[in-house]
């Protein structure tokens, strides 16, 4: 279906189209299990972008189906608890993500504007997006109030190499040690737990 087939991931907290625009200054900050979690300063930020990169061996099509299943996603993006599409419209998809966080953080959910572009060479490219208008606040969560990033997606003969690069701005208040280690577990977790389900036989 080919609604289905667009519907750009989510993933949790989301670089946009210029992404080096806002994080250029990359430092390794964890190198483990074949994934490696690198960090970035944003100008006028207090919280850092993350970018994740991965190889996973099995075909571009089986990851990109992973990703568009939006609700089963859940189980691999890290600390979501719920997860659903609200709108796909051509290569455009809007979906919305309630996310669990350790006490004393106030829950948060993110509205995503998602799009999704495949090119010449194979490779797929979602861009994200915070849209926080797009739905009334729920009762309970704090809104993310920004999101720039990106997945994507490159043939490597069989396997898949993906990068997963984001900034946001969570709302509210986070303090700095929870902030710290979520940018550094979010991209670890999420593509350790993607790529133990894209490669399970």
Known sequence: MRSIKRIALLCGLGVALAPTAWAENWQVAKDEE???????????????AYRGVTVIKAPLARVKALQEDVVGA??????????????????QSWTYTQFNTPWPVTPRDSVLHVTTVEEADGSLLRKLEEAPKYLPEAEGYV??????????????????EVTYQ??????????????????VDAPFNTLKALRTLAEKP
């Open 74 to 91: 859940c189980k691999w993006i890290h600390e979501c608890k719920s997860q659903k599409l609200l709108k796909h419209e051509g290569d």
């Open 34 to 48: 074949g994934i490696q979690v690198s960090l970035s300063e944003v100008p006028g930020s207090k919280y850092k």
């Open 166 to 183: 984001v900034h946001t701005e969570p709302g509210g208040s986070v303090p700095s040690l929870i902030a710290n280690k979520f940018v």
């Open 143 to 160: 809104r993310v109030s920004r999101v720039q990033g990106f997945w994507k997606l490159v043939p490597k003969g069989d396997s898949t």
